[in-house]
């Protein structure tokens, strides 16, 4: 198979954004009068966002009376600091350096509201830049449906079954598999303690993003030569 795209999900996968996030539960637990978490609690719910990171540190459910207040409070926080620890993983730069060598595209599609991402995105300053960013409130659906998914691939100009999507929940794998698109886990981001991700149906489960550029690399000579041949 040869593929032209990469897909990635944001937090847990692209980037390292957990500390920020968890300062800003802490931060919010802390006003609340309430002990702060360690960051090894905090981890493995960082890709789930607003709601898991209340879940975790207030017992509150979205249906909750309090969740709406609570979850402004949290995304403010996290907002006032949301790059000062985030950074990519290790390994993701030259990955993606590899990738837009062999002529591939890449790009992100996250359930993070647009105002959260693009001023993450800015202050990480990926290059090359992605090729398109799909954030929670771009299409009709966030994740697990696969509208955001398929936004993704029309705006890059792809297949489905061309791009390959990686992320580190059930949601992002489910997604990936009712859009038509190969799917792996990003065994390095935050998964979770009570699941198991062999169970998810992805092709792979990856240890790092380095592992990731070498499960890729026969699909990259693939599309390098292809690009070079004149057939990319």
């Avoid at 702060?36 to 249906?63: K, M, N, Q």
């Avoid at 993070?112 to 800015?122: A, R």
């Avoid at 792809?158 to 990686?166: F, G, H, I, N």
Wanted: aromatic share 6%; net charge negative.
């Amino acid at each position: 198979m040869r593929y032209r795209a990469l897909l990635l999900d944001l937090d847990g996968t692209l980037a390292d954004t957990a500390a920020d996030l968890g300062a800003a539960l802490n931060a919010l637990l802390l006003e609340e009068g309430r002990a702060a978490l360690p960051p090894e609690r905090i981890r493995p719910v960082a890709s789930d966002g607003a709601r898991g990171l209340l879940s975790l540190g207030f017992a509150v459910s979205h249906e909750d009376a309090r969740f709406a207040g609570l979850r402004e409070r949290l995304l403010d926080a996290y907002m006032a600091r949301i790059a000062a620890e985030t950074r990519l993983f290790d390994g993701m730069q030259t990955l993606l350096a590899r990738v837009a060598e062999a002529g591939m595209h890449w790009g992100i599609v996250t359930n993070k509201p647009t105002w959260l991402t693009e001023p993450l995105m800015s202050a990480l300053a990926v290059e090359p830049p992605a090729a398109c960013v799909v954030c929670g409130d771009t299409a009709e659906h966030a994740k697990p449906h696969p509208a955001p998914l398929l936004h993704a691939a029309r705006a890059i100009g792809c297949a489905p079954q061309e791009c390959l999507y990686v992320g580190d929940a059930a949601r992002d794998i489910e997604a990936a598999i009712a859009a038509g698109m190969p799917a792996l886990v990003a065994g390095w981001g935050y998964l979770p303690e009570d699941d198991d991700p062999g169970r998810w149906g992805a092709q792979a489960i990856l240890a790092s993003p380095e592992a990731l550029r070498q499960w890729l690399s026969p699909h990259l000579a693939m599309s390098r030569t292809d690009t070079v041949s004149g057939h990319g």
